[in-house]
């Protein structure tokens, strides 16, 4: 079974670091793109970051570029983001996504995602 | 940076009618779009990809159409578990987006 498990939110203070992980199973994890996708409390989808199957290609929303960093480990089918400078509007349910066709430098649509992983910014 | 337009924002439709949701693009994202369901508390789920491709098991209740910036989500007879929010998404280019996404609600 395809499966994604994110982990590591938190409730953190303006300013701070947080690492979020999200593990892969049931599919060949190395040959695909993968996405974080986050939703403020009650609010919509926000695409934030995208890493493609290699890891060579990242791509970033504006809101995030320069504090928040995407990365993988293709041996731990580990997909990661380093989400620095926290503010109270990074609040959001964290979703990893998997891209639904094989790694490509264009995006995609989002074929499985996982249970998300809230991040609370507050003083 | 492409914009991605729902509407209406909520739809009140009762079991068994038939419901369009449309979802319009800034500019053109060719048939690279997708739609998604979302029902409270639980992650989004694929419903269509291109445009009128459903994702594995997908009921065939569900249809899309469109290309170019006009797109559109048919539920032709809706069930109990189709009331949830739905979001269109683009992904002709970087960046991404989604729609503000349409509640399908009982009426």
Known sequence: ?123 | EIVMTQSPATLSVSPGERATLSCRASQSVSSNLAWYQQKPGQAPRLLMYAASSRAPGIPARFSGSGSGTEFSLTISSLQSEDFAVYYCHQYDNWPPAFGGGTKVEIK
């Open chain 1, 1 to 123: 079974e395809v499966q994604l498990l994110e982990s590591g939110g938190d409730f953190i203070e303006p300013g701070g670091s947080v690492r979020l992980s999200c593990a892969a199973s049931g599919f060949t994890f190395s040959r695909y793109g993968m996405s974080w996708v986050r939703q403020a409390p009650g609010k919509g989808l926000e695409w934030v970051s995208t890493i493609s199957g290699g890891g060579g290609s990242t791509h970033y929303a504006d809101s995030v570029r320069g504090r928040f960093t995407i990365s993988r480990d293709n041996s731990k089918n580990t997909l990661y983001l380093q989400v620095n400078t926290l503010r109270v509007e990074d609040t959001a349910v964290y979703y990893c996504a998997k891209e639904g066709a094989l790694t490509t430098s264009l995006p995609d649509a989002f074929d499985i995602w996982g249970q998300g992983t809230m991040v609370t910014v507050s003083s």
